[in-house]
């Protein structure tokens, strides 16, 4: 059975169940005239977006491109960054070149954060605190997300650039990114999608099928390297796509999402404040 409280949840999220194969090409057109107008009233000129080696930054990638090449088309000059951020040696390095070779960027940029996240976690040291070793990687792993914005919004502040992100609803709803990391941007063009229509844009812009279907990894802890995102949700992705689009799960699979959920709410709020019962400004009439 479905819930209400299904109905609301992808409602804040601002899901769209009618969006499905056949209606990727008007979407596609949809979200890229997005970023157009965003960067045009922003009156800034480049677009600047990690690329990983996942189907999330593949997508958001080749529609920053095609938005700034249309740009030119219509006589405002911008341009898109693609930027490689690994940490020592990634892995996937192989997926990732894949990846910029589909989205063919206009400027590709690489630093490593290697020596930013591991300079900043020798220097914290706080008296009575002794963190377990398994603490130690979860923050390290944050820290790793934290700098990679860092620095692309240095690139952004070279470039007179806005700073793209990749989340999505179906890692919105479980909060599955870094408060103030990959989480901090200023426009998010996948926001609204589930997991199987970001892969469905990234068919109908003609991605390789092998990074469309890669199993997604954040990649962020160094006691397990290349963590799946399933194995870190307890749920699959196919459940949480499931629950946003209003069709029934598991007990077990709602529990966990609707868990998650609550549990991450700080994460899409914006910093609590105090406020006032008089919404008028002290001393003035």
């Not at 593949?58 to 006589?75: H, K, M, N």
């Not at 426009?187 to 199993?215: C, E, N």
């Not at 990649?219 to 029934?248: F, N, Q, S, V, W």
């Given at each position: 059975?479905?819930?209400?409280?299904?109905g609301?949840?992808?409602?804040?999220?601002?899901?769209?169940?009618q969006l499905?194969?056949?209606?990727?090409?008007?979407?596609?057109a949809?979200?890229?005239d997005?970023?157009?107008?965003?960067?045009r009233?922003?009156?800034?000129?480049?677009?600047?977006?990690?690329?990983s080696?996942?189907?999330?930054?593949?997508?958001a990638?080749?529609l920053?491109?095609?938005a700034?090449?249309?740009?030119?088309?219509?006589d405002y000059?911008?341009?898109?960054?693609?930027?490689?951020?690994p940490?020592?040696t990634?892995?996937?390095?192989?997926d990732?070149?894949?990846?910029?070779?589909?989205?063919r960027?206009?400027?590709?940029?690489?630093?490593?954060?290697a020596?930013?996240?591991?300079?900043?976690?020798?220097?914290?040291?706080?008296?009575?605190?002794?963190?377990?070793a398994?603490?130690?990687?979860?923050?390290?792993?944050?820290?790793?997300?934290?700098?990679?914005?860092?620095?692309?919004?240095?690139i952004?502040?070279?470039?007179?650039?806005?700073?793209?992100?990749t989340?999505?609803?179906?890692?919105?709803?479980?909060?599955f990114f870094?408060?103030f990391?990959?989480?901090?941007c200023?426009?998010?063009?996948?926001?609204?999608?589930?997991?199987?229509q970001?892969?469905?844009l990234?068919?109908?812009?003609?991605a390789?099928?092998?990074?469309?279907?890669?199993?997604?990894?954040?990649?962020?802890?160094?006691?397990?390297?290349?963590?799946?995102?399933e194995?870190a949700?307890?749920?699959?992705?196919?459940?949480?796509?499931?629950?946003?689009?209003?069709?029934?799960?598991?007990?077990?699979?709602?529990?966990?999402i609707?868990?998650?959920?609550?549990?991450?709410?700080?994460?899409?709020?914006?910093?609590?404040?105090?406020v006032?019962?008089?919404?008028?400004?002290?001393?003035?009439?």
């Amino acid at each position: 059975m479905t819930t209400q409280r299904q109905g609301t949840i992808a409602r804040e999220l601002g899901i769209n169940r009618q969006l499905t194969k056949g209606g990727e090409s008007a979407e596609i057109a949809r979200r890229i005239d997005f970023i157009k107008q965003v960067l045009r009233d922003s009156g800034c000129k480049a677009l600047v977006l990690g690329i990983s080696g996942g189907v999330d930054s593949l997508t958001a990638g080749r529609l920053c491109q095609l938005a700034v090449e249309q740009l030119r088309d219509d006589d405002y000059d911008a341009r898109f960054i693609a930027v490689r951020l690994p940490y020592k040696t990634q892995a996937d390095e192989r997926d990732a070149q894949a990846s910029l070779d589909f989205i063919r960027p206009d400027l590709i940029t690489t630093s490593n954060i290697a020596a930013c996240v591991d300079g900043l976690m020798a220097s914290i040291a706080i008296d009575g605190l002794q963190p377990s070793a398994e603490l130690v990687d979860f923050a390290k792993g944050n820290v790793k997300a934290r700098a990679r914005m860092l620095a692309q919004y240095a690139i952004a502040n070279f470039s007179n650039g806005l700073v793209v992100g990749t989340d999505h609803s179906a890692e919105a709803l479980m909060g599955f990114f870094t408060k103030f990391g990959d989480g901090a941007c200023d426009l998010a063009p996948l926001s609204g999608l589930t997991k199987t229509q970001v892969r469905l844009l990234a068919d109908g812009l003609g991605a390789p099928d092998y990074l469309v279907r890669k199993a997604p990894t954040a990649d962020l802890e160094d006691l397990a390297p290349g963590k799946l995102d399933e194995a870190a949700y307890g749920c699959t992705y196919e459940e949480i796509d499931a629950y946003l689009m209003g069709e029934t799960v598991s007990p077990q699979a709602r529990q966990i999402i609707e868990g998650a959920y609550l549990k991450t709410a700080h994460k899409r709020a914006l910093p609590r404040a105090p406020v006032t019962d008089n919404p008028t400004v002290t001393g003035m009439s």
